[in-house]
């Protein structure tokens, strides 16, 4: 059974950094492309990051490049977000998806699984 689960969330001041972990089993994360999503209230899930099969090439979203980490350690099969210098902006739910194809990772639809998402709350 495939199962994408999420930790490293929690209530974190503005200016602080917080890394994310995607931990993945029932699937060999190596042959996969991975992404990070995320959703506040009453918004749409908006991509945040992706990266490849073998960790060496990563994509984030203009508005969060610069600040955002993406990364993946196949031999632990987990994958990890480092967020930096933290604002209000980034409170939402964080998700991990992975991908099986070539179809572009910041289209919600191109991913195959799902975790059930981590909160992130900055204070300010």
């Known amino acids: 059974q495939v199962q994408l689960v999420e930790s490293g969330g929690g209530l974190v001041q503005a200016g602080g950094s917080l890394r994310l972990s995607c931990a993945a089993s029932?699937?060999?994360?190596?042959?996969?492309?991975m992404g990070w999503f995320r959703q506040a209230p009453g918004k749409e899930r908006e991509f945040v990051a992706g990266?490849?099969?073998?960790?060496?090439?990563?994509e984030y979203a203009d508005s969060v490049k610069g600040r955002l980490i993406i990364s993946k350690d196949n031999a632990k099969n987990t994958m990890y977000l480092q967020i930096l210098s933290l604002n209000s902006d980034d409170t939402a739910v964080y998700y991990c998806?992975?991908?099986?194809?070539?179809?572009?990772?910041?289209?919600?639809?191109?991913?195959?699984?799902w975790g059930q998402g981590t909160q992130v709350t900055v204070s300010s």
């Open positions: 990266i490849d099969w073998s960790g060496r090439s990563s």
């Open positions: 029932g699937l060999t994360l190596s042959r996969y492309r």
């Open positions: 998806g992975a991908s099986s194809s070539w179809a572009p990772l910041m289209n919600s639809q191109s991913y195959a699984y």
